[in-house]
């Protein structure tokens, strides 16, 4: 990237100044149409400074980072150096066209009338090399920073998904374990099917690794089976209900998030009842959203989120992957009753 940058501001340099200088030499042919040898040593010589003293301004904006400041800091620095560089190029001008008796006008003016010719004409010219060389940078730090900002939002957005996606809590497995093991010889049919649910929940979680959203109905099919598991070693205590809009089952939804609200649901709530509760699912339309609700018995008691883990990261996931409008919230809507609620835009285009 440097080097390629170094190689178009040459290529600038070389092409800006020479072109200043065949035009130059054009009009004074059309005017007086003549071309003195001083006459084009004169114009090398103001090519020769122009891209040495623009050059050596270069080094000092990028010696004190000026590039790197905000618009309205950086740019009363570039106009007093512009002043600064006309000052001095004019001062060298001078000074060699007296020295190699380059000037050529009929009666030769006063050096401070001279001096005062000379930093307006550069001027004219460093002017606009300053700003066009710093917009030019200006832009490029612009789509730097965005692509930057682009590939690090891609990264964590990544991580986090994959993060979330791949957790499943190991003490839900463990139960499982334990609880088909002891259907084992009490009920063999059961526990076949324990196994195959198990099966079910793990594939499914390896399977979403690359996927940033499934549908719902997917999900559903996941969190059926987590429920079976759990009902074998809740037994009674543990009642589950659904209440789903069938035309919600094709809308996507991220990849075991619903897996993990019903597992905190069931963590948080029912396993901290006596006599259990119940678990509903809910999913409906409402307004422009996709609406899910998930309710269980028990109470928030102001722990959102025991571990760190699953419910704190469910509005940044949703964000993530649906944008700003998507939402996430959990409440006492009653008393024993904690919902959690996933709010999700519905694609205007579908």
């Given at each position: 990237m440097h080097r390629r940058l170094t190689k178009?501001?040459?290529?600038?340099?070389?092409?800006?100044?020479?072109?200043?200088?065949?035009?130059?030499?054009?009009?004074?042919?059309?005017?007086?149409?003549?071309?003195t040898p001083k006459y084009l040593a004169l114009i090398g010589l103001v090519v020769c400074l122009g891209i040495f003293v623009t050059h050596l301004y270069r080094?000092?904006?990028l010696r004190y980072n000026w590039l790197l400041l905000p618009v309205e800091k950086v740019l009363p620095r570039l106009l007093i150096g512009v002043i600064v560089v006309s000052i001095v190029v004019s001062l060298m001008r001078i000074g060699i066209v007296d020295a190699l008796n380059l000037y050529e006008g009929k009666k030769k003016i006063g050096f401070i009338n001279r001096l005062m010719a000379n930093i307006l004409d550069y001027g004219m010219f460093i002017l606009p090399w300053t700003l066009l060389y710093y917009f030019f940078h200006y832009t490029e730090k612009s789509k730097i920073q965005q692509v930057n900002?682009?590939?690090l939002e891609a990264l964590v957005k990544?991580?986090?998904?994959?993060?979330?996606?791949?957790?499943?809590?190991?003490?839900?497995?463990?139960n499982s374990l334990n609880s088909i093991r002891a259907l084992v010889d009490e009920n063999p049919v059961r526990a076949r099917t324990a196994i195959t649910e198990l099966s079910n929940?793990?594939?499914?979680?390896?399977?979403?690794?690359?996927?940033?959203?499934?549908?719902?109905e997917k999900e559903l099919d996941i969190v059926k089976d987590?429920?079976?598991?759990?009902?074998?070693?809740?037994?009674?205590?543990?009642?589950?209900?659904?209440?789903?809009?069938?035309?919600?089952?094709?809308?996507?939804?991220?990849?075991?998030?619903?897996?993990?609200?019903?597992?905190?649901?069931?963590?948080h709530g029912i396993s901290k009842q006596m006599n259990g509760g119940t678990v509903k699912i809910i999913s409906d339309f409402k307004d422009n959203y996709h609406e899910l609700k998930i309710r269980n018995t028990g109470h928030l008691n102001g722990l959102v989120n025991d571990d760190g883990f699953g419910l704190t990261s469910t509005r940044n996931r949703l964000q993530l992957l649906f944008?700003?409008?998507a939402n996430f919230d959990i409440q006492e809507v009653q008393y024993n009753t904690v919902q959690a609620t996933v709010l999700i835009p519905i694609d205007p285009l579908k």
């Open positions: 178009y501001y040459w290529w600038c340099q070389v092409a800006g100044w020479s072109s200043l200088a065949l035009y130059w030499i054009f009009f004074a042919y059309t005017v007086d149409k003549t071309i080094a000092v904006i900002t682009l590939k990544e991580l986090e998904l994959k993060t979330i996606k791949s957790h499943i809590n190991p003490h839900f497995i463990f929940i793990l594939r499914n979680s390896m399977q979403t690794e690359k996927q940033e959203t499934v549908s719902f987590y429920l079976a598991l759990e009902h074998i070693r809740f037994e009674d205590r543990l009642k589950v209900e659904y209440d789903v809009d069938e035309n919600t089952l094709d809308q996507p939804v991220p990849p075991m998030m619903l897996q993990t609200l019903v597992e905190n649901a069931i963590k944008g700003v409008k």
